[in-house]
């Protein structure tokens, strides 16, 4: 499967950060993002959210307050430095920051959104695959030769209960 090796669907987007090409950022267990990320948007590289969602974790549709289906949650995505003490948060007074130290949680989740099915780099096996996992949302996404997203509501698919037999 070949999957998009830059985020392309921000390309007609301004960027705030002087990029010229959004790149996909590495994985970095040191802030809990054990997955490669959108440089634009933050959004999941596409490859990952499939191999999350075969291990169990959960999509989820976000609002829809821009009118369609963008962006999803992925929850239960195993934390690599869960029960570690780590930084949770910070406070900043007066120009000074100074960190909340806390436990890792036992998850970590990440955001998706749906235009990255629009990148370029799919090949049709991945786009498959991608659309395919992402049904148990209860959206079926298409896109079309021009590259548009388009999607339909369709009845969640269950994932099957690995402990019971076929």
Known sequence: M???????????????????????????????????????????????????????????SADWKYGWPHKFYINGIQNPKAGEIIKVGSHNRSGLTSFVMGQAPATVHAKWYSQHLADDGFDNEAQVVLQNSMMVSGIEFVVSDAGKVGYRIMPKIEKPDPSEPN
Do not use: I
Not at 10 to 29: A, C, F, I, M, Y
């Open 2 to 60: 070949k999957w998009p090796d830059f985020p392309t669907c921000h390309k007609n987007e301004p960027h705030v950060s002087g990029r010229e090409q959004d790149s996909w950022l590495p994985r970095d267990t040191v802030v809990d993002r054990p997955f490669r990320s959108c440089s634009y948007c933050g959004s999941m590289h596409p490859e990952d959210l499939v191999n999350y969602l075969n291990a169990g974790a959960e999509l989820e």
